[in-house]
């Protein structure tokens, strides 16, 4: 409707760290789409299927101002839905290295509790909550811990005082979702809320900046020809290398100004 190509995305904007009592956050805005996301990270027990690994926990909420379809309860399906999803997206081993959230094995590690806020629905809301994930993980500092043990063998976990000795996550290899809906017979990306409607059938593609597909998931009531969906992983792979790109080379050069670089938060 905006004159875009089917492969084109409308301008994102990424701003990290805009709230302070969190271990890493990031606000973006997708059109009229706009997310919060916050990371916290606790110290926990590891679960007992994978004893040396660190895990993340999702949280959405749908806020009321969203859209007054999220009144009352009327958010928790969608939250519950895209909690979903993003468990799906980081439940296998390269995504996040979960091994050095690892404190000491059995005993104690680090649980990033990452909370996701839905401030306006304007569509394409996975792509937005996806890269707002990535950029809140990559602005994500973990306090290094130290683990001593006195004679009689029992362990005493020191933090470092020092802000600036702390773990940063390596998030080269999260996956970015890329969101394909079918209308007519052509696919296109970032879908405002208009063309939601005219679509049928949606295709999420979790794709890795190296155009690696790692989950895909068929959303809406309409059906989709299987060469169709081979012809929309193949365009979710490219764009999605696009896509990654740009996201980290705004992130490498957000982090590079350091405290100089000027903070626009909710005001701008």
């Not at 290295?97 to 996975?126: A, Q, T």
């Not at 690696?212 to 959303?219: D, H, L, N, S």
Request: hydrophobic share 35%; aromatic share 6%.
């Amino acid at each position: 409707m905006d004159g875009r190509g089917c492969e084109d995305y409308r301008c994102v904007e990424v701003e990290t760290d805009v709230v302070s009592n969190t271990s890493g956050s990031a606000r973006v805005k997708l059109g009229h789409t706009d997310i919060l996301v916050g990371v916290k990270a606790e110290m926990g027990t590891p679960k007992l299927e994978k004893p040396n690994e660190g895990y993340l926990e999702f949280f959405v909420d749908c806020s009321a101002n969203a859209t007054p379809e999220f009144e009352g309860r009327g958010g928790d399906d969608l939250g519950t839905e895209i909690a979903n999803t993003l468990y799906r997206i980081f439940n296998n081993k390269s995504s996040v290295d979960l091994k050095s959230l690892c404190i000491s094995p059995r005993e104690h590690c680090w649980i990033l509790y990452v909370d996701v806020l839905l401030l306006e629905c304007g569509g394409n809301l996975f792509d937005a909550i996806s890269i707002a994930v990535k950029a809140a993980l990559f602005n994500t500092r973990i306090p290094r811990v130290r683990v001593l043990e006195d004679e009689e063998g029992l362990k005493d976990i020191e933090l470092s005082d020092d802000p600036y000795d702390c773990i940063q996550l390596s998030v080269e290899n999260v996956p970015c979702i890329v969101t394909l809906c079918k209308i007519g017979y052509r696919h296109v990306v970032d879908a405002t809320l208009q063309e939601e409607a005219c679509s049928l059938a949606s295709l999420l593609v979790s794709v890795t900046s190296k155009g690696v597909v790692t989950c895909m998931r068929k959303v809406g009531k309409g059906s989709l020809d299987p060469e169709s969906v081979f012809e929309m992983m193949e365009t979710s792979k490219r764009v999605g290398k696009v896509l990654h790109t740009s996201l980290q080379s705004v992130l490498h050069k957000e982090e590079s100004l350091g405290p100089k670089r000027q903070k626009v938060g909710f005001l701008g």
